[in-house]
């Protein structure tokens, strides 16, 4: 499945985005999808991810409370609300997906076979 990020942008601390990303290809609704983010000189790290048909979304500890993501098949698209931004969240958002995950692999990036091409997420004043 091919996957395409957007909503990425500036916006000061406290502030609100929405992540979208779009899947083309194969049946969208077969795949379990995740958000990962990079900040510069860091790891990939874990941000949420729902199954393909029940279960989830989870999230990093880091994000509870303030981030939502949700998906609508209809559409080929999941989404990923951000309320109260920190700086801390600064980083190339990316969409992943894939099959045949569990919960106890959907935090590890190598899962997903997948992956859309990023969008920065700057959270400054």
């Known amino acids: 499945v091919q996957l395409q990020a957007s909503g990425g942008g500036l916006v000061q601390p406290g502030g609100s985005l929405r992540l979208s990303c779009a899947a083309s290809?194969?049946?969208?609704?077969?795949?379990?999808v995740g958000w990962f983010r990079q900040a510069p000189g860091k790891d990939r790290e874990f941000v949420a991810s729902i199954f393909r048909r029940s279960g989830g979304p989870y999230y990093v500890d880091s994000v509870k409370g303030r981030f939502t993501m949700s998906r609508d098949n209809a559409k080929n698209t999941v989404y990923l609300q951000m309320n109260s931004l920190k700086p801390e969240d600064t980083a190339v958002y990316y969409c992943?997906?894939?099959?045949?995950?569990?919960?106890?692999?959907?935090?590890?990036?190598?899962?997903?076979?997948?992956w859309g091409q990023g969008t920065q997420v700057t959270v400054s004043s």
């Open positions: 290809g194969r049946t969208f609704s077969s795949y379990t």
């Open positions: 992943a997906a894939g099959t045949n995950l569990i919960l106890s692999t959907i935090t590890r990036s190598d899962a997903y076979t997948d």
